[in-house]
């Protein structure tokens, strides 16, 4: 299965950017880059997906680098409610559909 | 409009043991999917359901685990004669559509299953 790596834990500061980044330098060129997050005790919740081209949205913006080897996710003002572990995830197309496969995640603590 | 549930969310078995999780997706969701998730570690794929049809099971570790999604809506994960290495959070997610250009699971909480 495809594989991302990312750092095991990251701090911020409340109110500042963060910057998370993912190394995915075996992705396929159908495979989509996710990203989820998983606060404690709660099932993890989609943050934003993205195939090529930088992608922003309500919650975050994605930013792929041009060999897509790489992406980071940046939360452009942390909050001590987005303290949560981050998975960037490989969006694999099968047969029938598509199949996430997760890595281990970065923990994102903020300090207030 | 309510989400994705699990039941229970906590269950304690002892070693040999049946038990049997159960999910309820956000209705009229076609795709359905089992995650396990050990302690520190991101979810892993069990297996996957479009409607009734179980299309992908190549995640079960073993032949004890399996899980069955008979009228194309509620899911049961069974496992039987549980054993420790199978204590972890059991993660249920479902999609609208089956097609695959679908781009958000939806999560539920999850059950916490130990065994004992």
């Known amino acids: 299965d495809a594989k991302t790596t990312q750092p095991n834990s990251m701090e911020s500061n409340e109110e500042e950017p963060v910057h998370l980044p993912c190394n995915h330098s075996t992705i396929s060129g159908t495979d989509y880059i996710h990203w989820y997050r998983q606060l404690p005790s709660q099932g993890p919740e989609y943050v934003i997906h993205g195939l090529t081209s930088n992608v922003n949205n309500r919650m975050a913006s994605l930013a792929i680098a041009e060999d897509r080897k790489s992406s980071t996710l940046i939360l452009h003002r942390a909050t001590l409610r987005d303290a949560a572990v981050y998975y960037c995830?490989?969006?694999?197309?099968?047969?029938?559909?598509?199949?996430?496969?997760f890595g281990a995640g970065t923990i994102l603590r903020v300090k207030s | 409009g309510a989400g994705v549930s699990q039941s229970p969310r906590y269950k304690v078995a002892k070693r040999g043991q049946d038990v049997a999780l159960r999910c309820d997706p956000i209705?009229?969701?076609?795709?359905l999917f089992w995650y396990q998730q050990a302690l520190g570690q991101g979810p892993e794929f069990l297996t996957y359901?479009?409607?009734?049809?179980?299309?992908?099971k190549s995640g079960l570790p073993s032949d004890r685990f399996f899980a069955e999604r008979p009228e194309g809506s509620v899911s049961t994960l069974k496992i039987q004669r549980t054993q420790q290495e199978d204590s972890a959070v059991y993660l249920c997610a479902s999609t609208r559509y089956g097609t695959g250009y679908e781009y958000e699971q939806y999560f539920g909480p999850g059950t916490r299953l130990t065994v004992t």
């Open positions: 995830i490989l969006r694999v197309r099968m047969e029938y559909g598509n199949k996430l496969v």
């Open positions: 209705s009229g969701h076609v795709s």
């Open positions: 359901f479009q409607n009734e049809a179980q299309l992908d």
